[in-house]
Protein backbone atom coordinates (compact mmCIF):
# COMPACT_ATOMS: atom_id res chain seq x y z
CA UNK A 1 0.00 0.00 0.00
CA UNK A 2 1.29 3.21 -1.06
CA UNK A 3 2.04 5.56 2.22
CA UNK A 4 0.60 9.12 2.65
CA UNK A 5 2.86 12.49 2.89
CA UNK A 6 3.34 12.92 6.54
CA UNK A 7 3.89 15.92 7.58
CA UNK A 8 5.34 17.47 11.40
CA UNK A 9 4.75 20.76 12.25
CA UNK A 10 6.54 22.33 15.86
CA UNK A 11 6.73 25.07 17.83
CA UNK A 12 6.01 26.96 20.75
CA UNK A 13 2.80 27.76 22.44
CA UNK A 14 0.96 31.06 20.11
CA UNK A 15 3.89 30.80 17.68
CA UNK A 16 1.15 29.97 14.66
CA UNK A 17 1.88 27.01 14.22
CA UNK A 18 -1.41 25.30 13.85
CA UNK A 19 -2.65 28.16 11.29
CA UNK A 20 0.08 27.31 9.23
CA UNK A 21 -1.07 23.59 9.64
CA UNK A 22 -4.58 24.65 8.52
CA UNK A 23 -3.36 26.61 5.67
CA UNK A 24 -1.25 23.88 4.13
CA UNK A 25 -4.09 21.57 4.73
CA UNK A 26 -6.20 23.51 2.60
CA UNK A 27 -3.65 24.34 0.14
CA UNK A 28 -3.45 20.60 -0.39
CA UNK A 29 -7.31 19.81 -0.57
CA UNK A 30 -7.61 22.33 -3.17
CA UNK A 31 -5.36 20.59 -5.24
CA UNK A 32 -6.33 17.42 -4.75
CA UNK A 33 -10.07 17.95 -4.13
CA UNK A 34 -9.89 15.74 -1.11
CA UNK A 35 -11.71 15.96 2.19
CA UNK A 36 -9.96 17.78 5.33
CA UNK A 37 -10.42 16.20 8.42
CA UNK A 38 -9.54 17.28 11.85
CA UNK A 39 -8.44 15.28 14.76
CA UNK A 40 -8.43 16.85 17.95
CA UNK A 41 -6.48 15.86 20.87
CA UNK A 42 -7.17 18.63 23.39
CA UNK A 43 -9.94 18.15 26.31
CA UNK A 44 -11.07 21.26 28.26
CA UNK A 45 -8.81 21.31 31.24
CA UNK A 46 -9.58 25.08 32.27
CA UNK A 47 -11.01 28.34 30.67
CA UNK A 48 -7.80 28.97 28.84
CA UNK A 49 -7.71 25.86 27.20
CA UNK A 50 -12.06 26.04 26.47
CA UNK A 51 -10.89 29.03 24.81
CA UNK A 52 -7.93 27.64 23.07
CA UNK A 53 -9.99 24.98 21.67
CA UNK A 54 -13.55 27.91 20.84
CA UNK A 55 -10.60 29.71 18.42
CA UNK A 56 -9.14 27.20 16.92
CA UNK A 57 -13.28 25.53 16.05
CA UNK A 58 -14.16 29.36 14.95
CA UNK A 59 -10.89 29.40 12.41
CA UNK A 60 -11.71 26.12 11.38
CA UNK A 61 -15.44 27.35 10.74
CA UNK A 62 -14.66 30.31 8.87
CA UNK A 63 -12.19 28.31 6.64
CA UNK A 64 -14.04 28.63 3.02
CA UNK A 65 -13.30 24.64 2.97
CA UNK A 66 -15.82 22.26 4.97
CA UNK A 67 -13.56 20.51 8.00
CA UNK A 68 -14.87 17.11 9.63
CA UNK A 69 -13.60 16.98 13.01
CA UNK A 70 -13.31 13.91 14.92
CA UNK A 71 -12.91 14.56 18.95
CA UNK A 72 -10.16 11.75 19.50
CA UNK A 73 -8.19 12.59 22.95
CA UNK A 74 -6.71 8.94 22.57
CA UNK A 75 -6.33 5.76 21.10
CA UNK A 76 -5.29 7.06 17.16
CA UNK A 77 -5.91 3.46 16.41
CA UNK A 78 -9.25 3.13 16.51
CA UNK A 79 -9.70 5.90 12.98
CA UNK A 80 -7.53 3.97 10.92
CA UNK A 81 -9.80 2.62 8.97
CA UNK A 82 -12.08 6.07 8.84
CA UNK A 83 -10.00 7.88 5.59
CA UNK A 84 -9.63 7.73 2.16
CA UNK A 85 -6.31 8.46 0.42
CA UNK A 86 -7.69 11.31 -0.99
CA UNK A 87 -7.93 12.59 2.21
CA UNK A 88 -6.21 15.56 3.94
CA UNK A 89 -5.72 15.21 8.08
CA UNK A 90 -4.82 17.47 10.45
CA UNK A 91 -4.15 16.39 13.90
CA UNK A 92 -3.82 18.73 16.53
CA UNK A 93 -1.97 18.10 19.00
CA UNK A 94 0.76 15.63 19.61
CA UNK A 95 1.72 16.73 22.98
CA UNK A 96 -1.93 16.77 23.69
CA UNK A 97 -2.21 13.26 22.70
CA UNK A 98 0.86 11.94 24.37
CA UNK A 99 -0.93 13.77 27.96
CA UNK A 100 -3.95 11.86 27.23
CA UNK A 101 -2.43 8.28 26.98
CA UNK A 102 -0.55 8.83 29.79
CA UNK A 103 -3.38 9.93 31.94
CA UNK A 104 -5.96 7.71 30.65
CA UNK A 105 -4.10 4.81 31.88
CA UNK A 106 -4.03 3.98 35.88
CA UNK A 107 -0.81 2.61 35.40
CA UNK A 108 2.54 3.43 37.22
CA UNK A 109 4.90 5.06 34.91
CA UNK A 110 7.43 2.11 34.32
CA UNK A 111 9.72 2.04 31.57
CA UNK A 112 7.66 -1.07 29.80
CA UNK A 113 4.40 0.95 29.90
CA UNK A 114 5.87 4.15 28.48
CA UNK A 115 7.87 2.01 25.44
CA UNK A 116 4.85 0.02 24.65
CA UNK A 117 2.49 3.74 24.64
CA UNK A 118 5.13 5.48 22.72
CA UNK A 119 4.68 1.98 20.88
CA UNK A 120 1.36 2.48 20.27
CA UNK A 121 0.82 6.12 19.79
CA UNK A 122 3.55 6.03 16.48
CA UNK A 123 2.09 2.46 15.42
CA UNK A 124 -1.44 4.61 15.31
CA UNK A 125 0.15 7.45 13.75
CA UNK A 126 1.71 6.01 10.85
CA UNK A 127 -1.45 3.48 9.97
CA UNK A 128 -3.74 7.26 9.83
CA UNK A 129 -0.54 8.10 7.47
CA UNK A 130 -1.15 5.32 5.63
CA UNK A 131 -4.95 5.47 4.78
CA UNK A 132 -4.80 9.12 3.54
CA UNK A 133 -2.98 11.77 0.66
CA UNK A 134 -1.48 13.70 3.26
CA UNK A 135 -1.08 13.87 7.48
CA UNK A 136 -0.15 16.56 9.12
CA UNK A 137 0.50 16.05 12.62
CA UNK A 138 0.98 19.78 14.80
CA UNK A 139 3.24 19.90 18.53
CA UNK A 140 4.42 21.88 20.74
CA UNK A 141 8.14 22.50 21.19
CA UNK A 142 8.52 21.92 25.40
CA UNK A 143 12.07 21.27 25.01
CA UNK A 144 13.59 25.00 24.55
CA UNK A 145 13.45 25.50 28.59
CA UNK A 146 15.18 24.35 30.92
CA UNK A 147 13.98 21.07 32.26
CA UNK A 148 12.67 21.81 35.98
CA UNK A 149 13.69 19.27 38.15
CA UNK A 150 9.95 17.03 38.86
CA UNK A 151 10.10 13.65 38.08
CA UNK A 152 7.39 14.20 36.42
CA UNK A 153 8.02 16.86 34.15
CA UNK A 154 11.68 15.18 33.37
CA UNK A 155 9.76 12.15 32.17
CA UNK A 156 7.38 13.88 30.29
CA UNK A 157 9.78 15.64 27.84
CA UNK A 158 11.46 12.75 27.84
CA UNK A 159 9.01 10.73 25.79
CA UNK A 160 7.71 13.84 23.89
CA UNK A 161 11.44 13.89 22.68
CA UNK A 162 11.44 10.85 21.82
CA UNK A 163 8.00 11.06 20.03
CA UNK A 164 8.92 13.74 17.97
CA UNK A 165 12.57 12.21 17.19
CA UNK A 166 9.99 8.88 16.01
CA UNK A 167 7.49 11.42 13.87
CA UNK A 168 10.02 13.33 12.09
CA UNK A 169 11.62 10.28 10.91
CA UNK A 170 8.84 9.04 9.44
CA UNK A 171 7.76 12.26 7.95
CA UNK A 172 8.22 13.84 4.54
CA UNK A 173 8.45 17.24 5.41
CA UNK A 174 9.09 18.45 8.70
CA UNK A 175 8.81 22.42 10.01
CA UNK A 176 9.50 24.66 13.26
CA UNK A 177 7.20 27.56 13.51
CA UNK A 178 8.92 30.75 15.28
CA UNK A 179 6.78 33.79 15.57
CA UNK A 180 4.73 32.69 12.28
CA UNK A 181 7.52 32.18 10.20
CA UNK A 182 7.39 28.17 9.20
CA UNK A 183 11.23 27.41 8.87
CA UNK A 184 11.53 24.10 6.92
CA UNK A 185 13.85 21.82 8.70
CA UNK A 186 13.39 18.31 6.85
CA UNK A 187 12.22 17.90 2.89
CA UNK A 188 12.42 19.89 -0.29
CA UNK A 189 10.36 23.01 -0.32
CA UNK A 190 6.63 22.48 -1.12
Known amino acids: MEKGSITFITGGVRSGKSSFAEKIAEQ ?12 ATATVSDSEMEERIARHQRDRAESKRLWQTWEQPTNMEALDE ?5 DIILLDCLTALLTNELF ?6 QASFLEDMLQRIVSGLKTIGHHCHR ?3 VSNEVLFDSIPHNDLVYTYCKLIGQLHQCIVQIADYAYLVESGIPLLMKGQTE
Do not use: D, N, R, V
Open 82 to 86: SFTKK
Open 104 to 109: SQQQPW
Open 135 to 137: FII
Open 28 to 39: EALKTSGSLHYI
